[in-house]
């Protein structure tokens, strides 16, 4: 893969990475309140997101510039189990119809901001509170250092070589979303997300008809996993609970992220989220078309030494310079827009449940805000030097570890929406069994997020995060029914 400065490319890159720019400064005037200085409106963009701005932004959030690159790049890997991303964004929407308006209006009407928040309303245990405020926030660094690395994918196949060009868009970034907050990305959503459909569509159309067809490009995957002798285009006997495990499991920690979360939060009725959990699933669509780009690179025969360079290469390989510039655009803005929303969702945390939580319980309104948007440049930087001075593989653990985390925060979130049964005690207990078991599974099968396991016949492979979070309830029940009759005796 070739990288050299194509300057048509870099040219049309440039234009549209400035359009967004400018929108990003002119969304701290779309729809502004009288007074900004409130983490509602700056974190939350005032609760008021209908339903199309809602369906941008959290699609433009879900659906990041690192699963545009890593989707493809896994299916080209591995062949069909890359494709666990399409149940797992399927199953997520009956979850989030049933749960997600019922967390939205316990937000609204207590004012919270965050799941910390929601947690020490309903259990009034600052330990919970924290054991979730601080899950959310190390779960969330990774995925931001993710967006940079399919940012850099980008850059590399333009001839953007080095530092500096990321840390450029990503000062440009924390500039108007220290402006602007919530509203720099819903807006600049708008065009992410018609420039991504408008490049995977043509990209789904017109390079099989480069390769032979959609028959060829089957068979020339086929024919590159077996001479490799990995992968394949079905799934193997062992790999259908694995598969469907970390489908399930996936889906249920989706909605558990602080960015996802603050999506649901700035929406402004229950019925805007159940109409996006009827709507969104057409992101998924456009996700199964993206990851069919892995078997045809194997058909165009590319010559690249990650599987992350294979949606840029293709696009480089097979459309002229205006249009692969295009693309790497629509690839580069989907990484500002869930990096702007997770920024600004872990410093919600820092401030809510750390901030005023320890440091300053009487913070005013426009303090909080202050500290908001302090905390989101602050977290973009951390990011960054993740990226610069760590290699890829240690963020891309992480964000594998970073999934199993933010599911054992479930119980805590989501039960207390339903039965007042379970207590703090309990919760916290199963938080920590989970959050630490779940760790050092990961950690002995050599950071990979399956577990073997064999109940007397043969052997499979489980989801970590799911054993985790199975281990996590049980211990709360237990923890629960031994002291729910020693506090009623009381």
Not at 38 to 63: K, M, P, Q
Not at 89 to 111: C, E, Q, S
Not at 186 to 206: E, G
């Given at each position: 893969?070739?990288?050299s400065l194509?300057?048509?490319?870099?040219?049309?890159?440039?234009?549209?990475?400035?359009?967004?720019?400018?929108?990003?400064?002119?969304?701290?005037?779309?729809?502004?309140?009288?007074?900004?200085?409130?983490?509602?409106?700056?974190?939350?963009?005032?609760?008021?997101?209908?339903?199309?701005?809602?369906?941008?932004?959290?699609g433009?959030?879900?659906?990041?510039?690192?699963?545009?690159?890593?989707?493809?790049?896994?299916?080209?890997?591995?062949?069909?189990?890359?494709?666990?991303?399409?149940?797992?964004?399927?199953?997520?929407?009956?979850?989030?119809?049933?749960?997600?308006?019922?967390?939205?209006?316990?937000?609204?009407?207590?004012?919270?901001?965050?799941?910390?928040?929601v947690?020490?309303?309903?259990?009034?245990?600052?330990?919970?509170?924290?054991?979730?405020?601080?899950?959310?926030?190390?779960?969330?660094?990774?995925?931001?250092?993710?967006?940079?690395?399919?940012?850099?994918?980008?850059?590399?196949?333009?001839?953007?070589?080095?530092?500096?060009?990321?840390?450029?868009?990503?000062?440009?970034?924390?500039?108007y979303?220290?402006?602007?907050?919530?509203?720099?990305?819903?807006?600049?959503?708008?065009?992410?997300?018609?420039?991504i459909?408008?490049?995977?569509?043509?990209?789904?159309?017109?390079?099989?008809?480069?390769?032979?067809?959609?028959?060829?490009?089957?068979?020339?995957?086929?024919?590159?996993?077996?001479?490799?002798?990995?992968?394949?285009?079905?799934?193997?006997?062992?790999?259908?609970?694995?598969?469907?495990?970390?489908?399930?499991?996936s889906a249920?920690?989706?909605?558990?992220?602080?960015?996802?979360?603050?999506g649901?939060?700035?929406s402004?009725?229950?019925?805007?989220?159940?109409k996006?959990?009827?709507?969104?699933?057409?992101?998924?669509?456009?996700?199964g078309?993206?990851?069919?780009?892995?078997?045809?690179?194997?058909?165009?025969?590319?010559?690249?030494?990650?599987?992350?360079?294979?949606?840029p290469?293709?696009?480089?390989?097979?459309?002229?310079?205006?249009?692969?510039?295009?693309?790497?655009?629509?690839?580069?803005?989907?990484?500002?827009?869930?990096?702007?929303?997770?920024?600004?969702?872990?410093s919600?945390?820092?401030?809510r449940?750390?901030?005023?939580?320890?440091?300053?319980?009487q913070v005013?309104?426009?303090?909080?805000?202050?500290?908001?948007?302090?905390?989101?440049?602050?977290?973009?930087?951390g990011?960054?030097?993740?990226?610069?001075?760590?290699?890829?593989?240690?963020?891309?653990?992480?964000?594998?570890?970073?999934?199993?985390?933010?599911?054992?925060?479930?119980?805590?979130?989501?039960?207390?929406?339903?039965?007042k049964?379970?207590?703090?005690?309990?919760?916290?207990a199963?938080?920590?069994?989970?959050?630490?078991?779940?760790?050092?599974?990961?950690?002995i099968?050599?950071?990979?997020?399956?577990?073997?396991?064999?109940?007397?016949?043969?052997?499979?492979?489980?989801?970590?995060?799911?054993?985790?979070?199975?281990?996590?309830?049980a211990?709360?029940?237990?923890?629960?029914?031994?002291?729910?009759?020693?506090?009623k005796?009381?």
């Amino acid at each position: 893969m070739t990288t050299s400065l194509d300057p048509v490319a870099v040219s049309v890159f440039v234009f549209f990475f400035a359009l967004v720019t400018v929108l990003g400064f002119v969304a701290s005037r779309w729809r502004a309140p009288k007074n900004m200085a409130h983490i509602d409106e700056w974190g939350l963009g005032g609760r008021n997101f209908g339903t199309w701005i809602t369906w941008f932004l959290v699609g433009g959030d879900f659906y990041t510039a690192y699963t545009v690159i890593a989707v493809p790049a896994l299916v080209y890997a591995v062949g069909a189990y890359g494709f666990f991303a399409l149940p797992y964004t399927i199953i997520v929407y009956p979850f989030v119809f049933m749960v997600m308006p019922l967390l939205w209006k316990r937000a609204k009407d207590n004012g919270y901001v965050t799941a910390g928040d929601v947690v020490f309303g309903q259990y009034g245990s600052r330990g919970l509170e924290l054991a979730v405020a601080l899950t959310g926030v190390i779960a969330t660094m990774p995925y931001i250092a993710l967006q940079l690395v399919g940012m850099a994918a980008v850059l590399q196949a333009l001839g953007l070589t080095g530092e500096l060009p990321l840390a450029v868009a990503f000062i440009i970034l924390a500039l108007y979303t220290y402006s602007a907050g919530l509203r720099a990305p819903a807006l600049i959503a708008f065009v992410k997300d018609i420039m991504i459909y408008i490049a995977v569509i043509a990209a789904v159309a017109l390079i099989p008809s480069k390769l032979g067809g959609y028959a060829n490009v089957f068979a020339s995957a086929d024919a590159a996993f077996k001479a490799k002798g990995s992968g394949d285009l079905l799934l193997g006997g062992n790999q259908y609970v694995a598969y469907a495990t970390l489908a399930l499991g996936s889906a249920l920690a989706a909605f558990m992220y602080p960015h996802t979360l603050t999506g649901i939060f700035a929406s402004n009725s229950g019925n805007t989220i159940r109409k996006n959990a009827v709507m969104l699933p057409a992101y998924t669509l456009l996700l199964g078309l993206l990851a069919l780009l892995g078997y045809m690179g194997h058909a165009a025969h590319l010559n690249v030494s990650s599987p992350n360079q294979v949606v840029p290469a293709l696009f480089q390989t097979l459309f002229p310079s205006w249009f692969a510039g295009f693309a790497f655009a629509a690839i580069a803005i989907g990484a500002l827009v869930p990096a702007a929303v997770m920024s600004i969702g872990a410093s919600n945390l820092f401030t809510r449940n750390f901030w005023k939580a320890y440091v300053n319980p009487q913070v005013t309104d426009a303090g909080e805000a202050k500290v908001a948007k302090i905390t989101s440049l602050v977290v973009k930087i951390g990011a960054l030097l993740v990226i610069a001075f760590l290699p890829t593989q240690f963020a891309l653990d992480l964000q594998l570890l970073g999934g199993i985390w933010i599911l054992q925060t479930l119980p805590a979130l989501v039960f207390g929406l339903y039965s007042k049964w379970f207590r703090a005690p309990g919760l916290l207990a199963g938080w920590l069994v989970g959050f630490v078991g779940g760790t050092y599974l990961v950690w002995i099968n050599g950071l990979k997020p399956l577990q073997a396991l064999s109940l007397g016949g043969a052997p499979f492979t489980v989801y970590i995060g799911l054993l985790a979070l199975a281990a996590n309830i049980a211990v709360a029940v237990l923890v629960n029914l031994v002291t729910v009759p020693a506090s009623k005796t009381a």
